[in-house]
């Protein structure tokens, strides 16, 4: 093509994003806050705030000065002792499987093995329970930061009479 002119324009880059102007929001590889979200939930022994699950250390900051601390102290302490229990038992059985495997008197093979199995269902039974301190632990602590709404009159029983407790 002769004689034909071809413009081009110069364009300026604009700076959209100025890093200094940015809003305080977290980035994805921030964490938020722990007292920003106060609602906790729990699902078995494990505690999590905003979806995002929570060491025993952070539930404990969390919990600190409630009622619900010791609740979840219990529970996460029964988990541990189920868990003894249940490793004792295990222990005992294999113990006793190879005791029965080198010719050992029936006997007591079969005592091991009633001790292990008992010890087995017992720590099954205390971890079963210590789901339930932890859960009651969440909602005691949700029950303790929401906020009530509206007038509560509560009537009952004293030593001296009736009493009334209006809560608002």
Not at 84 to 103: E, Q
Not at 140 to 156: D, H, P, Q, V, W
Not at 159 to 164: A, T
């Amino acid at each position: 093509m002769v004689g034909s002119e071809i413009k081009t324009s110069q364009t300026t880059k604009s700076n959209v994003s100025n890093t200094s102007q940015q809003t305080n929001r977290p980035t994805v590889d921030e964490k938020v806050p722990l007292q920003k979200i106060n609602i906790l939930s729990a699902d078995g022994r494990k505690v999590y705030q905003g979806g995002r699950q929570l060491s025993q250390y952070e539930v404990r900051q969390i919990m600190s000065n409630t009622n619900a601390l010791q609740q979840y102290n219990i529970g996460i302490s029964k988990n541990k002792r189920g868990n003894i229990w249940l490793w004792a038992g295990i222990g005992i059985n294999a113990l006793a499987f190879v005791d029965w495997g080198m010719g050992e008197d029936g006997s007591i093979v079969g005592g091991m093995i009633l001790i292990g199995c008992g010890s087995l269902a017992t720590g099954i039974i205390i971890k079963s329970n210590s789901k339930k301190y932890v859960e009651n632990a969440v909602n005691l602590y949700n029950r303790g930061t929401s906020k009530t709404t509206g007038m509560e009159i509560k009537a009952g029983f004293t030593g001296n009479g009736i009493g009334l407790t209006f809560t608002f």
